[in-house]
C-alpha cells in the first residue's frame, strides 16, 4: 500500500489531529448520515471506540438523546452544498453517559461526485454547559437574596442611607425616603446632601462631619440632632463602610425618631426643677408613717443627714410643746383623705426649737386608694432669713433597662413562616427551627385586640381565638403595610408581652410573595412610661402643695399655677392664666423694671431675682421675693418658671431691725453668717450645674453599650446566616454583652455617688476621686476627640469631702474640653499630673486649647466672671473656696507653650487610712 492510498492518507490525519480536542469525521449526506470517516481520537475526546462508528447503521439517531435527534437529524438533512451548520446536542459515549458536543458540519460536494457527503469536527462542551448552569443558577439566588435584604431594610422603622467616599449617596431604605420626600429608593442615588438642604451651611456641616468619620475610621454613635420636620428629634449613628481590604470605601447613616423620649424628658425635667429648688422642708412617708423621702431644705432645717430619718416615724421631730391631742387630729384627717393645715414646733438634731407652718396631704395613686403623705413645712419662727427661695435635692431618676433589639420573621403567601432572626426566636422563647414552617397566627394572643370594633359585641374567646387569622387575612390580601403598638405575641412557656411591629408586603414580579414583620418588646417601655407618668403626678402633687408660689409663663403671659400663687394673690382658679406678669405689679416702676433690665437678663443670663412689691387680686400691696428662670434661655419661646415667696412679716421684721442700734459685733457675726450661707447655696448651684453636665454624660456613657449590645445582635444574626456561630463565637458575643450591661449599671452608681453629699471629713485617695471623675466624663471626651490622661503618683491621699474634690476636678476637666472644643483643636489633650512635695500633693491639669490672656487670667476666679456666652462665673469660683477654705490648700495658674496649667496644692493625709480600693478589682472602670 502506497502513502497516495485513501487509508494512508487518512493515517496521516489522524497524525496530525490526533492530540486536538476536536473530532473529524466524513459523512453520507443523506439516509441516516452514516459516518464515512472519524479521527481516531473520538476514544479520548467522546468516549466512543473508533471501530464502533464506522459502517454503523444509525450512529447518530443511537447516540443523540432522542429530544435532541429530531431537530439536529432535520438540519442535516436541510444542508445544500456550501452551507455551514453549529449544532448542540446531547451524546451517549459507551458507558451510557450523556455529555453535551458542539458540532460543526458543511455540506461538500467533490467534482463529478453529484451526491456529494457532509465533513464535520465534534467538540465536547459539558463543562462549558455545566459552568453556564451553574452561573445562572447563582444568578437567580443573589438576586433573591439581594431581593430579601432589601425587604429587611424598608421594614426597619429607622431611617437608613449609604455613601461613597464622597458624601455621595449610593441609596436608602424606604424609610429614608419617605423622610426627603421621594416615590422611590432609587431616586436618591447620585445626589448630596446639597439636594435636599436649601441652608448650604447645613449641608457643609454634615459633609464635614461625614469626613471626620470616614477620615478616622471610627464610627459616630448616637448624636441627638434635630429634624428637618417639626417637632422631632433623630438619634443619629454613623459607621464607616469597608472593602475586603480594610480600606474605607463609604458611609452607612441610621436616623432613629426619639421625639416622645425626648419631649417626656424635656416635661419632667421642667417640673423637676421647680421641686428641687423649693424652700421648704418635704417629707414623704408611706401609709404607716415611715420616711421616704426628705429633701435638702429639711435636712438643712433639722441637721439630720438623710440616711439618719429614711425609714424612721416623723415623731423624731416632736418638741413635747404640743398637746398630745393633736397627732390623732392630724392622723384622722389624712387617713379620711383630707389635708391637714397648722402650726407644729418641732426639735432640730441639736435641740433647736422651731415653730413650723405645716401642710400634710394624702397622696392618691391612680386606683384613688391612699398610697403615701406628703408634708411641708414653713419656717415661721423669724430666727433665719431666708435668702434664696431655692434649695437642691438629690437627683431621683428612675433606672429603665431595656435590651434593645429587633425581632423579625418573614412569611410566606400561605402565612407560614419562612425565616426568623435569632431575636424574635429568643423574645418567642423558642428556636429558630421549631418556628419555621409554623404559621404566624400562633404566635398572637391578645383578646383585646385593636382589631375589634366598638360595635362588636361576640365574646372576647372568640375574637382571642381568631385574632390570628384576622390579622393574617389583613396583610394577604389587602397588601397594604400594617402597623400597630397594642398587639401581644406569645411566648412559648404561654405568657404575653406586648409588642410594637410593621408588617410590611413582598411583591416579587409585581406579584405578592408574603410579607416581613419587624417587632420588639415594648413591655419595659409601656411600664417606664407609667413610672414617667407617675412621676410627674407626684411632682405636680407636691408643686400644687407647695408653701410658694409657683408660675410658668410662655410669652410673659402666666400659662401655669400653682394653688398657693392663685392664694397669695386672692385669684380663684384660672382667672390669671392668660394674663401678662405686670398684673401683679405694684407700680409703673416695677413694670418698667420687668419690661427692662430683668426680662434682659433672664434671656442673657437665664436667672433673674430680686423683692420687690406685688399687689393682689384686693389692690392690697406686699413685699414678695421673686426668682425667674429660663427653660432654656437660647430659646425665649420655651418659657420660663418663677418662684415667689410673701416675705411681706420679714420686710417689715427687717425695717424694725434697721432701725435698732446694733453693735458692732452683731454685725459682723450677721455678716460672718451670712457669706458662710452664700458659699454653701454657692456650692449647691455649682453641684447643680454639675448635674446638668452629668446628666448629659450618662447619656453618652449609655450610648456606646447600647450601641455594642445592637452590634452584638446583629453579628450573631451575621454569623448564623453565614453558618460560621459556634460555641467559641457565642461566648465571646455573650461576655460582650455582659459587659456591656455591666458598664450601664455602674454608670448610674458612679453617677448617684458622685452626687451623694459627704457632711463628715473622711481620708480618701486623689488618685482614686480623679479616676472616677474620668471615668464620668469618658463618653463627653471621646464624643469630642479629647485624650485625659492620669499619671504620677497613685498613692497620694488628703483630708476632706471626696465628691467637693470631684467638683473641683469636674469643673476643670469641663473648662478645659469647652476651650478645646471652641477652638476646633484637631486633636485635643488634657494631662493630669500627681506629684508631692514635703507634705504637700500638687495636682497638674493642663491642655493644648492655646491658653489664656493675661487680663482674663488675673479674674477667672472672682465671682460671676465668665467668658462664656451661657456661663453662671460661679464654677472656678467654688473651686476655690473648696480647695482654700475646705482643704486648707492653694490654686495658682498660668501659660505654658501649648496651653492653660492650673496647679492645685493640697495637704496630704499620711496617717489617715483609706478603704480598700482596687482599679482592678471594680468592675465599673
Known sequence: MTSDTPTARLDILDKMFGETSAVFYTAAAEGDFDLNYVSRNIGRVLGVLPETCIGTVGFWRARIDAEDAVHVLGELAGLAAGICCYQEFRFRDDQN????????????????????????????????????????????????????????????????????????????????????????????????DYDFYANHEEADYLRLHDEQVMNSGEASYHTEVSARESDTWLDVTKVPLRDEGGDIYGLLISYEDVSALKKSEMTLHKFKRAVEQSSNSIVITDVDGSIEYVNPAFQNTYGYEEHEVLGQNPRLLKSGLMPQSIYPEIWEAILSGRSWRGELSNRSKSGVISWQLTFISPIFDEHGMISHFLAIGDDVTGRRKIEDALTESEARLHEVTNSIGEGIFVINTEGDITFVNPTAAKLLGQSVKNLLGISCRNIFNDPRSSIRTENDTRPPAYLAKNIGDRWLANILHQHKALRSDNE??????????????????????????????????????????????????????????????????????????????????????????????????????????????????????????????????????????????????????????????????????????????????????????KSLEKERLLIQQGRTAAMGEMIGNIAHQWRQPLSTLGLVVQNIHADYQEKTLDDSSLEKYVATAKQAIQRMSCTIDDFRDFFRPNRVRECFSICQSIHETMQLLDAMMKNNGIAVRLTGDQKLKTLGHPNEFSQVILNFITNAKDALVERKVSQGRIDIELTAHDKWGIVYIRDNAGGMKNDVMEKIFDPYFTTKPNGTGIGLYITKIIVENHMGGSITCRNTAEGAEFIITIPLGSDCVISEYSEGENDCH
Not at 454547559?129 to 435584604?149: D, G, I, P, V
Not at 449609604?162 to 445626589?191: M, P, Y
Not at 413610672?531 to 409663663?553: C, H, K, M, S
Not at 400691696?621 to 412679716?649: N, T
Request: with cysteine; glycine share 6%.
Open 97 to 192: 453517559n450523556f455529555r453535551w458536543v458542539s458540532n460543526e458540519v458543511t455540506f461538500k460536494r467533490d467534482a463529478g461526485d453529484d451526491s456529494g457527503y457532509l465533513a464535520g469536527c465534534l467538540h465536547d462542551i459539558s463543562a462549558a454547559k455545566k459552568y453556564a448552569a451553574e452561573f445562572s443558577n447563582h444568578l437567580k439566588e443573589q438576586s433573591a437574596r439581594e431581593h430579601f435584604y432589601l425587604s429587611v431594610l424598608d421594614s426597619l422603622p429607622q431611617r437608613l442611607f449609604w455613601k461613597d467616599r464622597n458624601s455621595v449617596f449610593r441609596g436608602c431604605n424606604l424609610n429614608g425616603a419617605h423622610a426627603l420626600n421621594l416615590a422611590q429608593t432609587g431616586e436618591i442615588v447620585g445626589k448630596s
Open 488 to 673: 401581644f405575641f406569645k411566648h412559648q412557656d404561654g405568657s404575653r408581652f406586648q409588642v410594637s411591629y410593621i408588617a410590611t408586603p413582598i411583591f416579587r414580579n409585581e406579584q405578592f410573595a408574603g410579607a416581613v414583620v419587624a417587632f420588639h418588646d415594648i413591655t419595659e417601655q409601656k411600664f417606664t412610661q407609667k413610672l414617667l407618668d407617675d412621676t410627674l403626678l407626684e411632682l405636680r402633687t407636691i408643686l400644687d402643695n407647695a408653701q410658694i408660689g409657683v408660675a410658668y409663663l410662655r410669652q410673659n403671659e402666666f400659662s401655669w399655677i400653682n394653688k398657693h400663687m392663685e392664694q397669695m394673690f386672692g385669684y380663684t382658679v384660672g382667672e390669671l392664666i392668660g394674663k401678662p406678669m405686670e398684673a401683679i405689679y405694684a407700680n409703673d416702676e416695677n413694670l418698667q423694671n420687668s419690661s427692662g433690665g430683668e426680662m434682659h437678663d433672664l434671656l442673657t443670663k437665664g436667672v433673674v431675682e430680686n423683692e420687690r412689691p406685688m399687689k393682689k387680686s384686693t389692690g392690697e400691696v406686699f413685699w414678695c421675693h421673686q426668682r425667674g428662670i429660663a427653660i432654656d434661655s437660647e430659646y425665649p419661646d420655651k418659657g420660663s418658671i418663677w418662684i415667689m415667696l410673701d416675705i411681706d412679716r420679714l420686710k417689715n421684721t427687717e425695717n424694725h431691725l434697721k432701725a435698732l442700734n446694733e453693735t458692732l459685733a452683731s454685725r459682723v457675726d450677721d455678716e460672718t453668717r
